[in-house]
């Protein structure tokens, strides 16, 4: 059976509490409700903001720090799913 990434957004008191024992099956329930799943093969997902903040920083300075370097050294999210994304090269 093939995983699913899910992306979750739950309230910060429920992630606080996440370590306390709790057999409740609803709160299991609701985060995978609540989740994104992330499409196969999806590429490596960055903070988009940072991105965008650093690429008007410094590539108006200086015309020898181009996009793609600043993309590179972008900090990542979630790994890219290498599996799928092997396959589409």
């Known amino acids: 059976m093939a995983d699913i990434e899910l992306v979750i957004k739950i309230p910060e008191e ?22 994104t799943p992330l499409s196969k093969g999806h590429g490596r997902l960055i903070d988009a903001d940072e991105f965008k903040y650093n690429l008007e920083n410094f590539c108006s300075r200086s015309m020898a720090v181009s996009p793609e370097w600043i993309l590179e050294g972008a900090q990542t999210i979630i790994e890219a799913d290498k599996i799928e994304s092997e396959d589409k090269e």
Not at 20 to 25: F, G, H, L, M, Y
């Open 14 to 35: 429920m992630y606080k509490n996440i370590d306390e024992p709790c057999n409740d099956e609803d709160l299991l329930r609701y985060i995978i409700k609540h989740g």
